[in-house]
């Protein structure tokens, strides 16, 4: 029986061991860590908001966003304490309902909107973006009306805003680079509208800012283009082809985010992004989360970037069978510093008396 026993501890340490070395071979570490599918960020979102959306953590920022007389931050954190169980106070709940309410009336609403058409700044909720001023933005005429902004800034002395006015112009440009952009110009045109809209809410971070300054700055080189309607140089001749490559790369990202939420949203999210990768990062939490990204990124913040990757399962089976090699090795080590102990002491007992 003893035999037996031995046997089976022997061929189970070796049989660890060659699993242990053809885990290996298949370098399980130069990618320990991999990108979570959708279904696997979405449930990830799911465990951690459900951890973080305790009653100390919401009613603080309710009560903040009633005194602050922020709607969609109201309709938000009611959604989930709806979502997570969380009980409100009687006198909190009724603010927030009134808070709503104040917004929704048929003559605030028409107000609002007009103001929201004329600056996107005054826009009390997400819905009038949607509705009042994202149609302006999007046709020449949001354009036009940064380059009036602009104008007018230029005759009274003060500082033209360069950046907006180089997003208007490539909004304006859209259809004069089709073909350098094979195809691409209409997602440039999205793109740059939504970016330059964020910036004059105040939605784009300084560092961020910066690397659309660097993609826009000298996109379009604008005196070559009476040359190229006059068909004396080829299209290209006036568009700085590799600018415009990383603009629609940045635009592609935001037409995701907006595919996955909406456009109004995408411009309250873009202030989770510092970098360009950051956008893509946005992407992909919209791409798992889908309409609930505002409430993902809200709960989560930059964390929810980090659990769009996890440790791939090969790494964490390499790392499981080392730790079993290792013990195993601690143990035979154990087992022969003993025999050898007992060897000495007996030896010891049986040396003669000299």
Known sequence: MHRAARRIVILWTLASWAATGWVLSLNPFAAPVIERTADEAQLAFSRAMTLRVTPEWLLPRLEAAVVAD???????????????????????????????????????????????????????????????????????????????????????????????????LVGLAGTVVVVVSAGTSASAKVGATVLRIARRMGAVSPRLLGALTEAVTGLVRWERLGDVALRRVPLDAAVDVARWSRLTGIAADVGRLRDNTSMAEALVLLRHADTPEDIGRLARVSDAAGSDTRKVMRTLGAD???????????????????????AQLGTLALGLLRLGLRGLAGGSRQRPLA
């Open 70 to 168: 922020a709607p969609d931050d109201v309709a938000l954190y009611l959604e989930l304490a709806a979502e997570n169980g969380v009980t409100l106070p009687d006198g909190l709940a009724a603010r927030a309902e009134e808070a709503l309410a104040a917004h929704e009336g048929f003559f605030a609403a028409s107000a609002d909107c007009a103001a929201c058409a004329w600056d996107i700044g005054a826009c009390p909720t997400l819905t009038m973006i949607g509705i009042c001023a994202i149609p302006v933005e999007m046709t020449p005429v949001g354009d036009l009306n940064a380059l009036r902004r602009a104008a007018t800034d230029w005759a009274a002395g003060e500082e033209v805003d360069r950046l907006d006015v180089s997003l208007a």
């Open 304 to 326: 929810a970037f980090r659990l769009l990757r996890r440790v791939s399962h090969l790494t964490e089976l390499a790392v499981g069978l080392l730790a079993l090699v290792t």
